[in-house]
């Protein structure tokens, strides 16, 4: 089943001789429950595309289906809920709010949502990121591969249509990122979720069920 469906996708700024292409044209649709990685050197548009496929930034030109929603017919507001609900965002910094414990992090789409997370599923992501006895830490009381596996749960606990992930190993050790691509790995095949992986890193990119290349704003 298609979940995801990106039709002849544009982004530019500026106006005339400063005017650049920063996602070129671009089409290419997920199944649910795929795990793709999107690969591409600094400045080839990759992360402009992410944000564009989740409802961070709006194209000049194209559309983008989630679940067979033009996401882009939404107004402001209703985007902003449906990015909510329906799309987990992973960064390469975090993100996390530094007065708010592990557990208050991963459920703050839900309170945001003005609802309560369900304890069950809480308490099984928390075991699933090896988080159970850091429930109640700060972000500045765990590592940054800690902090990672905290930024995953909140992705997740929404149960999201997709999750993307824009360089989620970029800011952490070898060590820490062999988990953290690990631990997508599981919430792919454990949770069927649908992932999204943005990394200029080739063999991080081979987890992934496929991978598509960008050069210049397009596919290679």
Do not use: W
């Not at 089409?27 to 795929?34: A, I, R, Y």
């Not at 990121?129 to 590592?143: F, M």
């Not at 997740?156 to 790995?185: F, R, Y």
Request: hydrophobic share 35%; glycine share 8%; aromatic share 4%.
């Amino acid at each position: 089943m298609e979940i995801l469906k990106v039709e002849n996708l544009t982004k530019t700024y500026g106006k005339g001789d400063n005017r650049v292409t920063a996602v070129d044209n671009i089409s290419f649709s997920v199944e649910k429950g795929e795990f793709v990685a999107i690969v591409g050197s600094s400045g080839s548009g990759k992360s402009t595309l992410l944000h564009l496929i989740g409802g961070v930034d709006r194209p000049t030109s194209g559309k983008v289906y989630i679940e067979g929603k033009d996401i882009y017919s939404l107004n402001d507001d209703n985007l902003a809920i449906f990015r909510r609900r329906q799309v987990g965002l992973i960064y390469q910094f975090y993100n996390l709010i530094p007065i708010l414990n592990v557990e208050e992090n991963i459920s703050l789409p839900c309170e945001l949502d003005g609802k309560k997370a369900d304890k069950t599923q809480l308490n099984e992501l928390l075991k699933t990121l090896g988080l159970e006895n850091r429930k109640k830490h700060l972000p500045n009381q765990l590592s940054g591969g800690q902090q990672q596996r905290v930024s995953i749960g909140r992705s997740l606990i929404n149960n999201p249509s997709i999750v993307l992930a824009d360089e989620p190993t970029g800011n952490l050790d070898s060590k820490a990122s062999s988990e953290i691509v690990e631990l997508l790995k599981v919430s792919n095949k454990k949770y069927n979720q649908t992932i999204i992986m943005i990394t200029h890193d080739l063999e991080i990119a081979k987890v992934a069920d496929r991978i598509i290349k960008i050069e210049d704003g397009k596919i290679v």
